[in-house]
């Protein structure tokens, strides 16, 4: 017979280590979606998509800080147009050719779960949404976050 402390103490394990410890089956991540569980096409992890975000984030800055420069913008100007570059940069990348630099360089691209192109009012509902940060804080069990789920995407390995 186990004593109190010792049942709550493991409960408050499995509760916070996840469902998996729990026992529950979750499968991998994308395989209710119908895709490869490693490998092209795969859904891709947190840690790539992080750092394609941070490539991503400096070009935008990088771009911004050249036309602060040139067209003497002020701190606060030059941050709200690295915030709009990095937006326009993810919507016509994203909609054009299914990525962003900083994704095409760690190896990952954006696609619809229908197989259609992503196309520019998808690529722009998810960028939208991208820079609203939260939605895409908030991830399901295949990794994405709210803005994919709206645009029905998915990011995975190429």
Not at 56 to 67: H, N
Not at 125 to 144: E, F, N
Request: proline share 3%.
């Amino acid at each position: 017979m186990t004593s109190g402390k010792e049942r709550d103490a493991r409960w408050t394990q499995t509760w916070l280590s996840g469902a998996r410890a729990a026992g529950a089956d979750l499968g991998q991540p994308g395989e209710r979606l119908g895709l490869p569980g490693s490998g092209s096409g795969a859904v891709a992890g947190y840690g790539r998509r992080l750092v394609a975000l941070f490539v991503d984030w400096g070009l935008s800055m990088l771009v911004a800080s050249l036309l602060a420069r040139t067209l003497d913008w002020s701190p606060s100007q030059r941050s709200m147009w690295t915030l709009i570059i990095f937006g326009v940069q993810a919507w016509l990348l994203t909609g054009a050719v299914g990525t962003t630099l900083g994704k095409r360089l760690c190896g990952m691209r954006v696609v619809r779960l229908d197989g259609r192109p992503v196309g520019l009012g998808w690529s722009l509902a998810r960028a939208v949404l991208l820079l609203l940060v939260v939605p895409a804080l908030l991830w399901d069990r295949d990794y994405r976050g709210l803005h994919d789920r709206a645009a029905n995407t998915v990011v995975v390995s190429l």
